[in-house]
């Protein structure tokens, strides 16, 4: 039933497409490769795209076709893994503040709004600020900005569905609140749960390209979308292809992944069916 | 019929606080408040009443799935309003609730196998055979075919769906059942088919029932005894025989006028009462029935009746009862 009218809806099939590529392009990055994304070669520097350099060389000759094939993969395990990081917080505080309500939902959720009411940059930024930037911080990072957003959906969820009566039957029938919320509750949250990881996944490759811009993101030299673009930056004036391939790789896997995030907002909300 | 009691409610009440904020207090809704019963072994206890006047919160209460205000449940001796949570625990199965919505008391992504098997996890002496066969059996019992075994929800009708509903209540093995309004969302023909399955369940697993319902054509079909409630107390209890043959409470007479009959012939006066029923946040003084009431007087405004025994097994909530 969900599959077919997934399938069916052309919009969500190109995403799927385009993300798919993406995910080959990271994991074939040494094949794909033609040059060593590290190697330096002062003869060629900041050439035009060539037969050799298919989207030319950065200011230290580097091949960029080369840096943008591996930078996916950098783009996509901090988009993967701080959507998750946000996913598992999110669902956790979620569940247990609308589960239990009273006023710790109440705390949790100012808490919460706290952190919503900063930019998302601004706050990974000083996130990073205080731990230093390396990947495993811009993850963590990323995923503490995004929590809020999951949890507010959990919460909304878990709100109407712990009313429901197959959940007083299983309390009728002796089980604990771990296990309703585990059998019963957050199985039925999936959906939004679903729509809301897939948006976040393009808001997280935006935010990682950003953070990697402004020198907070992935370490140089290991290039990343975001640090190519900005090592290109300098030299915009006089070799502008420098600029445009790495943010046409962005731009691609952004809309990857919002084109699919809409397809599953149609597929899945009830109120369509 | 044993005389022995099950169930023995005393004074059971449930206030909800609504819009209570930062900078307000909120306000009180007596949802049920001080309502007494009991129920003996093996009887079939009906709740009658209108929309909103605490028969559900009262079913609730029973099986303390929402914790009372104030009173006692006494279920066997023991007071389970203030039993410890662990032991409270071993007690649920022994009494059972079925709903009246059949289509979110159900878990849309369990198959009937998990829906009915739920409650026999709690049971680990019993191997995976074991309770395939159990619950295989209780399928049986309320009507389902085998080959439903693997099938979620959504592929039933409303009245498949209420058998599964009861199914996944008796395989617990329990000797209480709230039947919380459990026809009230099906069809007629379908109400009949689950109606003489709730009578013959009880006749054979020896089952007591509080049977919540508006609906008096069926309450006078499957109880014993009926209590009638209006905004949260208690107006009339009495046997179906003493209840339908002569209601002593003005509210009783009209609320059994308004249901229609079958009878032909049979010559009804109808009492039509004016007026809605008066908000639960803030219930009339006196007798909470006076505004509407066609025979109030004076004092009906001033004090509330008590609830006491008019007749053998005929208890009435009413200063002026009828044919006194």
């Not at chain 1, 749960?193 to 990697?212: D, G, K, N, P, R």
Request: aromatic share 8%.
């Amino acid at each position: 039933m969900f599959w077919k009218k997934f399938l069916h809806n052309p919009i969500g099939m190109i995403g799927v497409v385009v993300i798919t590529l993406n995910i080959l392009m990271a994991a074939f990055a040494p094949v794909l490769a033609t040059h060593n994304p590290l190697t330096i070669n002062v003869a060629q520097q900041s050439e035009e795209p060539s037969a050799q350099h298919w989207f030319g060389t950065d200011e230290f000759g580097r091949d960029i076709y080369s840096r943008v094939i591996y930078g996916s993969r950098i783009s996509l395990y901090i988009s993967l893994f701080s959507v998750l990081v946000a996913t598992f917080l999110g669902v956790a505080i979620g569940a247990t503040s609308g589960y239990y309500g009273g006023w710790m939902d109440n705390l949790i959720m100012r808490v919460m709004d706290a952190i919503m009411s900063f930019p998302a940059i601004l706050l990974a930024i000083g996130i990073l600020a205080v731990l230093g930037p390396n990947l495993s911080n811009v993850v963590l990072a990323l995923g503490i900005v995004y929590t809020p957003r999951f949890a507010r959906i959990v919460r909304g969820s878990v709100l109407s569905l712990k009313e429901k009566e197959f959940v007083e039957a299983s309390k009728a029938i002796g089980n604990g609140d771990a296990y309703i919320i585990f059998r019963h509750i957050l199985p039925n949250c999936t959906a939004p749960l679903i729509v809301q990881a897939t948006a976040s996944l393009a808001y997280a490759i935006l935010a990682e390209s950003m953070l990697s811009f402004l020198g907070l993101g992935a370490p140089p030299p290991a290039p990343s979308w975001g640090n190519i673009l900005s090592d290109a930056r300098n030299f915009m004036m006089d070799n502008a292809m420098m600029t445009v391939f790495p943010g046409l790789a962005i731009t691609l896997a952004v809309l990857g992944f919002n084109l699919v995030g809409d397809a599953l907002r149609d597929v899945l909300d009830p109120r369509l069916k | 019929m044993s005389l022995k009691t099950i169930l023995k409610v005393e004074d059971l009440t449930k206030y909800f606080v609504v819009g209570r904020s930062l900078f307000n207090s909120g306000e009180v809704v007596k949802a049920v408040d001080g309502v007494s019963f009991s129920l003996m072994q093996g009887e079939t206890l009906s709740l009658v009443g209108e929309s909103g006047c605490g028969k559900s919160t009262t079913g609730r209460l029973v099986l303390r799935l929402i914790p009372p205000t104030r009173g006692t449940v006494i279920y066997q001796g023991q007071d389970i309003a203030k039993l410890p949570a662990d032991k409270m625990r071993k007690l649920r199965s022994d009494m059972q609730i079925i709903f009246q919505d059949p289509w979110s008391s159900l878990n849309p992504r369990m198959t009937v196998k998990e829906i009915i098997g739920e409650g026999l996890r709690r049971q680990p002496e019993l191997s995976r055979a074991q309770r395939k066969k159990m619950v295989l059996e209780m399928m049986e019992t309320v009507g389902l075919r085998p080959e439903h075994y693997d099938r979620h929800p959504h592929e039933f009708s409303g009245g498949q769906r209420q058998r599964l509903g009861v199914a996944r209540a008796l395989i617990m093995r329990p000797k209480l059942v709230v039947a919380d309004e459990p026809l009230s969302a099906l069809d007629v023909s379908v109400q009949a088919q689950v109606v003489n399955l709730l009578a013959r369940l009880k006749r054979d697993l020896g089952l007591s029932y509080l049977f919540i319902s508006h609906d008096l054509a069926i309450v006078e079909h499957i109880s014993d005894r009926i209590a009638v409630m209006y905004l949260g107390k208690l107006m009339e209890l009495a046997s179906k025989r003493q209840l339908f043959a002569q209601p002593r409470h003005p509210y009783t007479q009209a609320l059994f006028s308004a249901a229609p009959t079958t009878e032909v012939g049979r010559e009804k006066n109808r009492i039509i009462l004016s007026g809605d029923v008066p908000s639960p946040l803030n219930p009339p003084k006196g007798c909470r029935f006076h505004t509407r009431c066609p025979l109030a007087q004076e004092d009906c405004g001033q004090l509330e009746p008590e609830f006491k025994l008019l007749a053998p097994g005929h208890w009435v909530a009413c200063h002026h009862p009828l044919n006194d």
